[in-house]
């Protein structure tokens, strides 16, 4: 769990910018508001579904590239350390750099999918995040034009610990391709 003392040891020992405040509402699992302030930043997210997604008030929307070999993929470990889940994860990103474009890690679930949002990278794969670390987000991508998968290229499911997000469904499906997908404990 997120306390605020964590959140001031982010900010001020370790003087990571990409943190961030991610709060979403879903109505019967489907998320229909976002709002991921990220104030060190200086950016400030907000989507409300069938009515766009924005960035400091600018409407957002998603790169127009189509292929995996040249996009910038978001990826990151997450926090769990047993060994094969690691290995899979390991092998997962081995697969990503052989077949995208670059890949990045900021260590925030929310602030990496407005990435994608706002089109400046093309996808984002973790599993072991939580609700509460996509809820927000999911309905900014999905307003910017984005889609939101699990892993394996099925539907989401919030409560998975699991997320695929992409500028469009033909990325996102690539990418559910090349890599293996982690069952986690639910939320």
Not at 14 to 21: A, D, E, L
Not at 35 to 43: D, R, W
Not at 68 to 85: K, M
């Given at each position: 769990?997120?306390?605020?003392?964590?959140?001031?040891?982010?900010?001020?020992?370790?003087?990571?910018?990409?943190?961030?405040?991610s709060?979403?509402?879903?109505?019967?699992?489907?998320?229909?508001?976002?709002?991921?302030?990220?104030?060190?930043?200086?950016?400030?997210?907000?989507?409300?579904?069938?009515?766009?997604?924005?960035?400091?008030?600018?409407?957002?929307?998603?790169?127009?590239i189509?292929e995996?070999?040249?996009?910038?993929?978001?990826?990151?470990?997450?926090?769990?350390?047993?060994?094969?889940?690691l290995?899979?994860?390991?092998?997962n990103?081995?697969?990503?750099?052989?077949?995208?474009?670059?890949?990045?890690?900021?260590?925030?679930?929310?602030?990496?999918?407005?990435?994608?949002?706002?089109?400046?990278?093309?996808?984002?794969?973790?599993?072991?995040?939580?609700?509460?670390?996509?809820?927000?987000?999911?309905?900014?991508?999905?307003?910017?034009?984005?889609?939101?998968?699990?892993?394996?290229?099925?539907?989401?499911?919030?409560?998975?610990?699991?997320?695929?997000?992409?500028?469009?469904?033909?990325?996102?499906?690539?990418?559910?391709?090349?890599?293996?997908?982690?069952?986690m404990?639910?939320?």
């Open positions: 769990m997120i306390t605020w003392k964590s959140i001031l040891l982010i900010l001020y020992v370790f003087r990571v910018p990409h943190t961030c405040i709060i979403g509402m879903a109505i019967n699992k489907q998320p229909v508001l976002g709002v991921v302030n990220a104030p060190i930043l200086g950016e400030m997210y907000t989507a409300v579904k069938g009515q766009g997604a924005f960035c400091n008030g600018t409407k957002i929307s998603v790169s127009t189509s995996l070999n040249r996009s910038v993929v978001i990826l990151e470990g997450g926090t769990s350390r047993v060994p094969e889940i290995k899979t994860k390991v092998g990103i081995k697969a990503v750099i052989e077949n995208c474009h670059g890949i990045r890690c900021y260590g925030s679930a929310a602030i990496n999918m407005c990435y994608v949002a706002r089109g400046s990278h093309e996808a984002y794969m973790e599993h072991g995040i939580h609700v509460w670390d996509i809820a927000a987000g999911v309905v900014i991508l999905e307003e910017a034009g984005g889609v939101v998968l699990d892993p394996s290229g099925g539907e989401l499911d919030l409560m998975n610990r699991r997320v695929l997000a992409g500028c469009s469904r033909t990325v996102a499906e690539q990418l559910s391709a090349i890599t293996q997908n982690i069952d404990e639910r939320d």
